[in-house]
């Protein structure tokens, strides 16, 4: 069975502030590692795609870096804002499907 | 354009009836997947679809869940003699291509399901 796991489960920061998440993942048959976002009542945001041992992706306020090797991933958003407030998901590519982490919880207050 | 949508938003059912939940995916997308989220529990995956085969069931619960795909794009998740343990949300995606898993897969909003 694949273990995705994510740390911390939630987080609470103020504006401003920045911050970065973990994801962890089995370091044999890497395939691709997909960070998306979450919010309430909305449908999970593709933030980034990452396949290659060292990459690293950004977008905006927002970058991804990846260790295939040691099976993890960080995202980090940089000077953190109210509508940053969401879930990021984590999820690891196996064949045809998407093995998601729990997820963890950002808040961001004013 | 249009995203992947599903309907309804949000259902309420009694144990042991039937519920069909259904998922629009973006026009062209060949792969469709569906998943759902527990209380408490990570997205986890349910069915995939190519074209109207679904080479990867292992998802399904039991078999009491089923689902179909027609005409290469509109899905239906069926839930017979639905229990408590069903009450989840369950998100639909789909991909443009061959289903690969670098492919990104684009999500709707999903169906909330409640069973009492």
Known sequence: ?110 | GAGVSQSPSNKVTEKGKDVELRCDPISGHTALYWYRQSLGQGLEFLIYFQGNSAPDKSGLPSDRFSAERTGGSVSTLTIQRTQQEDSAVYLCASSYGGGQTQETQYFGPGTRLLVL
């Open chain 1, 1 to 110: 069975i694949l273990n995705v796991e994510q740390s911390p489960q939630s987080l609470h920061v103020q504006e401003g502030d920045s911050t970065n998440f973990t994801c962890s993942f089995p370091s044999s048959n890497f395939y691709a590692l997909h960070w998306y976002r979450w919010e309430t009542a909305k449908s999970p945001e593709a933030l980034f795609v990452m396949t290659l041992n060292g990459d690293e992706k950004k977008k905006g306020r927002i970058s991804a870096t990846l260790n295939t090797k040691e099976g993890y991933s960080y995202l980090y958003i940089k000077g953190s804002q109210p509508e940053d407030s969401a879930t990021y998901l984590c999820a690891f590519g196996s064949f045809q499907k998407l093995v998601f982490g729990t997820g963890t919880r950002l808040l961001v207050s004013p």
